[in-house]
């Protein structure tokens, strides 16, 4: 996919996903008035920054055309890890713990990319079984228990509430991570070669790149932002735990499919992936403004991955539909 088709694809997808976040939000407003302020969407954002780095690892695997399911328990196990390891030296510099954390995300996901791109195991079988074996040896590293805060030290606990130029922690790891990753798949060779996987998989093989890297590069990427979103979560809610990040495996693709990514691979980009959390943050805290039980959640987020596959679907027929008439005009 070319920096045009990018562009391209962001004016059509991400600009009505914008237009339908502002009108959401103005439309709960009448609602609730106190919905639109300064401050609560601030605070949406602080509440949906772990989620836009699961859908950021998430997208990384759906632009190849697989799925990982294992993204919330490598969560959890970084999670957990790394708190044990903050029990034991509470005083190691924040450089220190963060290159530990995105050496073990490294590691859960270098795992995975063996099973799919050397052993060529399809993604969602081998991630359905890497999924429980981190969750059982969260288990097991734990010993059943919990870290909770009062076993955290200080400068652990405050990783994501520490403020930098007027923002929070957690939001400068976000941006950070989403404009390196951006920059990586738009501008580089390498991340061209990701789009080219998921688009044609033979056809970027007789051009000379090989999926089974591919497989490997993205599912070990996918693995350092997981295990960056684990730190954050245990840090945020400060306290690790057997069930960490449970379910984030499909808010991660609703975040994803709302936000314009093909589930086939080859198509997105990675502001319609943070649009798209933004949104299921958006309407997560619509849900408790306006007083609807929280069991109504995973029927709208059931719906709204429905019509957004739905939609994009439709785009991308009339997308081929008008590459085929270019071609029978050239």
């Known amino acids: 996919m070319t920096v045009q088709t990018l562009k391209q694809t962001f004016k059509r997808r991400e600009a009505t996903l914008a237009v339908i976040v502002i009108a959401f939000i103005a439309l709960v407003n009448l609602r609730a008035p106190m919905f639109a302020t300064g401050g609560n969407m601030y605070d949406i954002l602080n509440d949906t920054a772990v989620l836009m780095l699961a859908a950021v690892a998430q997208y990384l695997i759906l632009l190849t055309g697989g799925i990982d399911l294992s993204i919330p328990s490598t969560m959890a196990l970084t999670g957990m890890l790394v708190s044990l390891l903050n029990m034991k030296a509470p005083d190691l510099p924040l450089p220190v713990v963060l290159l530990v954390t995105l050496l073990i995300g490294l590691g859960l996901g270098a795992f995975n990319g063996f099973l799919v791109g050397n052993l060529h195991i399809p993604p969602i079988i081998a991630t359905l079984g890497t999924i429980a074996i981190y969750r059982a040896l969260v288990f097991v590293v734990s010993g059943g228990q919990w870290v909770s805060a009062d076993e955290m030290s200080s400068s652990f606990v405050h990783i994501p509430s520490s403020t930098f130029l007027g923002m929070t922690g957690i939001l400068w790891y976000t941006l950070i991570t989403v404009v390196i990753m951006g920059l990586f798949l738009t501008y580089t060779q390498t991340g061209r070669s990701i789009f080219a996987v998921g688009g044609n998989r033979v056809a970027a093989r007789l051009a000379g790149i090989k999926g089974e890297r591919v497989d490997f590069m993205v599912f070990t990427l996918s693995g350092v932002v997981s295990g960056l979103a684990g730190l954050l979560y245990v840090t945020r809610y400060a306290a690790a735990q057997n069930d960490t990040a449970v379910g984030y495996e499909l808010q991660a693709v609703a975040a994803c499919v709302i936000g314009g990514v093909s589930v086939l691979g080859g198509s997105g980009t990675i502001v ?33 991955i429905l019509v957004a596959i739905v939609a994009n679907t439709l785009v991308d027929q009339r997308t081929r539909r008008q590459t085929l008439a270019k071609r029978k005009l050239a």
């Open 272 to 304: 319609g992936v943070v649009l798209g959390a933004f949104f299921l943050g958006l309407l997560y805290n619509a849900l408790t403004v306006v007083n609807l039980s929280p069991f109504y959640q995973m029927a709208i987020q059931g719906i709204a």
